[in-house]
């Protein structure tokens, strides 16, 4: 309650619900909060102060024609980047990626998938004992829930593509190369690895069409037209050469 003093002696109250008021505060905050937290270029951009608070408010407003005063937003914005330093966590992930040993590419590489059954699980056992592993030959499963990925050298794709039936291949690319990441052992408890690499390739416009860990190795596998763009990205993080 706020007691206002009126002429002639009067006093008037004013109660104001400071409960509707911390509610819509919140609920502002909330989902600043949620739309800072989906856009990672917003996000960077704002720590390292390249747009201002009160420019990305008038952003936000607009894009989701909030009820609610610039001041109010700068202010839930001014919150979450005191709660939330994003760029220190991406500064830490960089600095171990880049002590990282080693980036290897593997090309001419191939992924099948195949429906996840008992009619494809015999033959997929049978598929180990025809690579050469001792040649340098690689052959990577990947089980979902419905589906199974096979990534292999281009090399035996037909010799393994031979083994299941037509109906249960579901799809083949072809074309693909790998990249491979020698990582330290920090990186399996430092947040933010894979998706500080991940962003990198996406800022480049480069597609991952699939990645896996088997610390301290990182894979990711790429187009072939994007092997060399893909190499330049990661040697400039793991500074490759100095």
């Known amino acids: 309650m ?25 609920s502002i905050a909330k989902a600043i909060a949620k739309e800072i937290e989906e856009d990672v270029v917003a996000r ?60 290897r590419i593997t090309t001419n590489i191939a992924e099948i998938s195949i429906e996840k059954n ?13 690579i050469s592993y001792e040649k340098g030959e690689i ?19 037909e010799k393994i593509l031979e083994l299941f039936s037509r109906k249960s291949i579901l799809h083949v690319e072809d074309n693909l190369a790998e990249i491979n990441i020698h990582l330290t052992d920090d990186a399996v408890k430092t947040p933010g690895i894979i998706a500080t690499l991940s962003t990198e390739f996406m800022i480049h416009d480069i597609n991952i069409y699939e990645s896996m860990s088997c610390i301290p190795e990182m894979l990711f596998f790429v187009k072939q037209k994007d092997i060399m763009k893909s190499y330049q990205i990661l040697s400039n993080l793991v500074k490759i050469g100095d």
């Not at 109250?13 to 509707?20: C, D, P, S």
């Not at 839930?76 to 990282?100: F, G, N, Q």
């Open 139 to 157: 052959m990577l499963i990947i089980q979902g829930e419905k589906s199974i990925k096979i990534i292999l050298n281009s090399a035996n794709r």
């Open 44 to 103: 960077r951009a704002l720590e390292k102060g390249i747009i201002s608070m009160k420019s990305l408010a008038v952003y936000l407003i607009k894009k989701h024609g909030l009820s609610a005063s610039s001041d109010a937003v700068v202010s839930a914005i001014r919150r979450y980047k005191e709660e939330t330093p994003l760029e220190a966590k991406y500064e830490k992930a960089r600095d171990v990626i880049s002590k990282s040993s080693d980036i």
């Open 2 to 26: 706020i007691f206002i003093y009126k002429p002639h002696g009067t006093i008037a109250t004013k109660f104001i619900y400071y409960g509707i008021v911390l509610s819509f505060m919140t």
């Open 118 to 130: 008992q009619e494809t699980q015999k033959p997929l056992q049978k598929a180990f004992s025809m």
